[in-house]
Structure formats: structure tokens, C-alpha cells
């Protein structure tokens, strides 16, 4: 059974950072796509970013680009989101969610029906 644990939340002030990881133990982890999701409270999860199975795709919803990288270490099994500049709609709680594969190429979804195992979330507080 997969499991995925998020870690790296907290709270932060405008145009602060932070990095997410997200952790992958009981299966297999590298040769599938990982992405993140974030759930605002009164909001739908939505896709914030995803990463392919080797790392050379990555994917990122617009409201974060340019701000936000993905990273994966297969090695490690983990995934990492670097969050820079953040803003208060940023708050959320983000989930890591393993993705289709194996070493499926050339797709990287970013609808979360696409993905199978999720983690528990961990909270991103964002002030002003």
C-alpha cells in the first residue's frame, strides 16, 4: 500500500517561502507522476503543480508559475514544492497525490481523478 506524508507547512507572512515534501513509502514511487493539490477553505481542491516520473516535465497551474518549482529525488522518494513569494491565496492545505504510470511519458494530468493515492495534507497559512 502507498503511502504519501506531506511535510513542510506552515504559516508565513506575504512574500515568504516555504517547501513542501512529500515523502512516498510502501510502493513503488519513481516511475509515476507526482503532483500537488490545494483545498482553500469554502474552495475545490484544485492542481497547483505536477511533476513527470523522471523530473524533466513539470506542470503548474498559472496563478502559481513563476513562483513555485517542483523537484523530485527518485532516490529518496520524495517530491518537493518550493513556494516563493507567497500570498494570503495561497492558504490552503496542500496534498501530494501519486499520479498515473508506470513510466507512462508525455502525461502529466492535472485533474485529480488521475490520481490514485493521496496524502493527508499539510497546512499552508499565508498572512498579510
Known amino acids: 500500500q502507498v503511502q504519501l506524508v506531506e511535510s513542510g507547512g506552515g504559516s508565513v507572512q506575504d512574500g515568504g517561502s516555504l517547501r513542501l515534501s512529500c515523502a512516498a513509502s510502501?510502493?513503488?514511487?519513481?516511475?509515476?507522476?507526482i503532483g500537488w493539490f490545494r483545498r482553500a477553505p469554502g474552495k475545490e481542491r484544485e492542481f497547483v503543480s505536477g511533476i513527470s516520473t523522471s523530473g524533466t516535465r513539470t506542470k503548474y497551474a498559472d496563478s502559481v508559475k513563476g513562483r513555485f518549482t517542483i523537484s523530485r529525488d527518485n532516490a529518496r522518494n520524495t517530491v518537493y514544492l518550493q513556494m516563493n513569494s507567497l500570498k494570503p491565496e495561497d492558504t490552503a492545505v496542500y496534498y501530494c497525490?501519486?499520479?498515473?504510470?508506470?513510466?507512462?511519458?508525455?502525461?502529466?494530468?492535472?485533474?485529480?481523478?488521475?490520481?490514485?493515492?493521496w496524502g493527508q495534507g499539510t497546512q499552508v497559512t499565508v498572512s498579510s
Open positions: 510502501g510502493g513503488t514511487f519513481s516511475g509515476y507522476v
Open positions: 497525490a501519486r499520479g498515473p504510470g508506470p513510466y507512462i511519458n508525455n502525461y502529466l494530468p492535472a485533474v485529480s481523478d488521475e490520481y490514485g493515492y
